[in-house]
């Protein structure tokens, strides 16, 4: 499987994905944590990894890099000038509504996308490609990851299949975590065409997160991440989630 390289901005960067978004919700104090949604392992792994260098003499500095297999993309990105999505975040300590506002801008060839909660306002130019303005990377945007889009959705299919590998190394030693993304096929949800997609340690075990992402706009309809839900409330499109949690 031929695979692109990417230095992580810091040692957790694969579980960015979901977690970038929530750590500016301080009402939700557990989601300091948020970067093990997609594997509780990669947790165990690395705090165990971490505590053997930590303990070893002389300490050294752990590296860690990103290493994302081949994806093939079968759709553009679409989202639109003027567009208005919403989110509703539920946890057991409360919820939290994420806006996302899309403008066009002379400063950016694709998509500009703002965020805005409670609490933060941020903007980010989305390429056509889906990436991020000067990044290669399609799991995330690192400090920059938002809820609505990543640039893996535009893979997303009835057949999809996608490893990422998280790999530490220190003192002559890797550790290696991979993170899977499998598609389960197609489903109809709030009156959407949406692919189910497990992401996991195990491929063939049970999911640590379940991604549902719009056929036809390629963002995010909804996400049950075990200790949370991301569900969408508003969009240029009608919903129905009658009869759904």
Same mark, same amino acid.
Request: proline share 5%; charged share 20%.
């Given at each position: 499987?031929?695979?692109?390289?990417?230095?992580?901005?810091?040692? %957790?960067?694969?579980?960015?994905?979901?977690?970038?978004?929530?750590?500016?919700?301080?009402?939700?104090?557990?989601?300091?944590?948020?970067?093990?949604?997609?594997?509780?392992?990669?947790?165990?792994?690395?705090?165990?990894?971490?505590?053997?260098?930590?303990?070893?003499?002389?300490?050294?500095?752990?590296?860690?890099?990103?290493?994302?297999?081949?994806?093939?993309?079968?759709?553009?990105?679409?989202?639109?000038?003027?567009? %208005?999505?919403?989110?509703?975040?539920?946890?057991?300590?409360?919820?939290?509504?994420?806006?996302?506002?899309?403008?066009?801008?002379?400063?950016?060839?694709?998509?500009?996308?703002?965020?805005?909660?409670?609490?933060?306002?941020?903007?980010?130019?989305?390429?056509?490609?889906?990436?991020?303005?000067?990044?290669?990377?399609?799991?995330?945007?690192?400090?920059?990851?938002?809820?609505?889009?990543?640039?893996?959705?535009?893979?997303?299919?009835?057949?999809?299949?996608?490893?990422?590998?998280?790999?530490?190394?220190?003192?002559?030693?890797?550790?290696?975590?991979?993170?899977?993304?499998?598609?389960?096929?197609?489903?109809?949800?709030?009156?959407?065409?949406?692919?189910?997609?497990?992401?996991?340690?195990?491929?063939?075990?049970?999911?640590?997160?379940?991604?549902?992402?719009?056929?036809?706009?390629?963002?995010?309809?909804?996400?049950?991440?075990?200790?949370?839900?991301?569900?969408?409330?508003?969009?240029?499109?009608?919903?129905?989630?009658?009869?759904?949690?």
């Amino acid at each position: 499987m031929r695979k692109n390289e990417k230095t992580p901005d810091a040692a %957790h960067g694969v579980g960015r994905v979901i977690s970038s978004a929530y750590q500016r919700v301080p009402e939700f104090p557990y989601l300091d944590r948020a970067t093990t949604l997609i594997l509780i392992v990669c947790v165990v792994g690395y705090l165990g990894f971490t505590a053997y260098i930590f303990f070893s003499t002389p300490p050294v500095e752990i590296e860690a890099r990103l290493l994302e297999g081949s994806l093939s993309k079968n759709s553009p990105l679409r989202l639109a000038a003027g567009e %208005h999505y919403a989110y509703l975040v539920q946890a057991p300590e409360g919820s939290e509504q994420i806006d996302y506002f899309v403008r066009a801008s002379p400063l950016c060839k694709g998509m500009m996308v703002r965020e805005q909660t409670s609490q933060a306002i941020q903007e980010i130019c989305i390429l056509p490609s889906g990436l991020l303005a000067g990044e290669s990377v399609n799991l995330n945007y690192g400090n920059q990851s938002i809820l609505l889009f990543s640039p893996w959705m535009l893979a997303a299919s009835e057949n999809f299949s996608w490893k990422v590998e998280t790999v530490y190394s220190a003192k002559g030693l890797e550790m290696t975590i991979p993170t899977y993304f499998i598609s389960r096929g197609k489903q109809q949800l709030a009156g959407r065409e949406a692919y189910e997609i497990d992401i996991s340690d195990d491929p063939g075990g049970s999911s640590a997160s379940r991604f549902f992402i719009d056929d036809e706009k390629r963002v995010l309809l909804y996400a049950d991440l075990g200790n949370l839900t991301v569900r969408m409330e508003s969009a240029p499109f009608e919903l129905d989630w009658t009869g759904q949690n």
